[in-house]
């Protein structure tokens, strides 16, 4: 069973930036999507960015693209979310996720605890 463990998360002000990991363990997942999804209090979950591990390719939620940016670093088994100009509304719960599946947005089989992300004004 893959196991995801998140780290990265703080308090934040508005413009600046913030990097989240995600590692990975368990049987090999190099088939797999691996994802981050946040939520915000009171709204649901949502999709922000993916990659495939074995190519490395990525898809983003509009809302996010130019700003974030996730790759993969094979030899740690971690996954990285690099956040740039920081909004108050991206302020949530950041989830890093994997799927054997196909598609970016899941449905996700393997969840991390989450970690927390605050952006003041």
């Known amino acids: 069973q893959v196991q995801l463990v998140e780290s990265g998360g703080r308090l934040v002000q508005a413009g600046g930036s913030l990097r989240l990991s995600c590692t990975a363990s368990g049987p090999s997942f190099s088939s797999y999507i691996v994802g981050w999804l946040r939520q915000a209090p009171g709204k649901e979950r949502e999709f922000v960015a993916a990659?495939?591990?074995?190519?490395?390719?990525?898809y983003y939620a509009d809302s996010v693209k130019g700003r974030f940016t996730i790759s993969r670093d094979n030899a740690k088994n971690t996954v990285y979310l690099q956040m740039n100009s920081l909004k108050p509304e991206d302020t949530a719960v950041y989830y890093c996720?994997?799927?054997?599946?196909?598609?970016?947005?899941?449905?996700?089989?393997?969840w991390g605890q989450g970690t927390q992300v605050t952006v003041s004004s």
């Open positions: 990659i495939r591990w074995n190519s490395g390719s990525t």
């Open positions: 996720a994997a799927t054997a599946g196909i598609y970016w947005r899941g449905p996700y089989d393997y």
